[in-house]
């Protein structure tokens, strides 16, 4: 590519073709989305505010006893996903929140709660932390009178 093309690509004169777009990010050592959206494609967001929270409907529970948000974007190249989950009162779910086959990490920010995992039952209160690696839960159970939020994280 010669500086003239270069310079007129710049000037938005003429369009590079995709071979010629890939061969310049892979010089400028740049992902080509940072070439098509500008600066702010290749910089990651760091804060995610609450209004941008979207409501996830996981289809295995009725929404009133279960309401999902997940907190991020979404961001595929993301190596987490974390997620509001709010259990109503005197709800008990039959499975676990997501088919997900990998390590996932619960905080109970308030509310009590029973997992059921594997043969054991765990009372889960305010504070508490609840790690899966390759288990499940069999059921998630909100006995008490309050709404029970969990901040619950994927790990991909």
């Known amino acids: 590519m010669t500086p003239s093309t270069i310079s007129q690509i710049e ?11 890939l061969k310049l990010a892979e ?8 070439l098509l959206h500008g600066d702010e494609a290749g910089r990651r967001r760091c804060v995610f505010p609450a209004s941008e929270a979207r409501l996830v409907r996981l289809a295995s529970f009725p929404e009133e006893s279960l309401q999902a948000r997940m907190l991020t974007s979404g ?14 009162p ?5 499975s676990h929140f997501f088919a ?9 920010l308030s509310g009590r709660l029973q997992a059921r995992i594997g043969d054991t039952t765990y009372d889960l209160q305010e ?6 690696v390759s288990e499940s839960a069999d059921q998630w ?8 939020q969990l901040l619950w994280i994927i790990v991909k």
Do not use: F, M
């Open 127 to 132: 504070g508490d932390v609840v790690s899966l």
């Open 11 to 21: 000037g938005n004169l003429i369009y590079p073709s995709l071979p010629a777009l």
């Open 27 to 34: 010089v400028l050592a740049v992902d080509v989305n940072a």
């Open 90 to 94: 005197g709800q008990a779910l039959t």
């Open 141 to 148: 159970r909100n006995a008490g009178t309050d709404v029970v």
């Open 100 to 108: 997900h086959k990998g390590e996932e990490v619960g905080y109970v």
């Open 75 to 88: 961001d595929p190249d993301s190596k987490v996903e974390p997620y509001l989950l709010e259990i109503a």
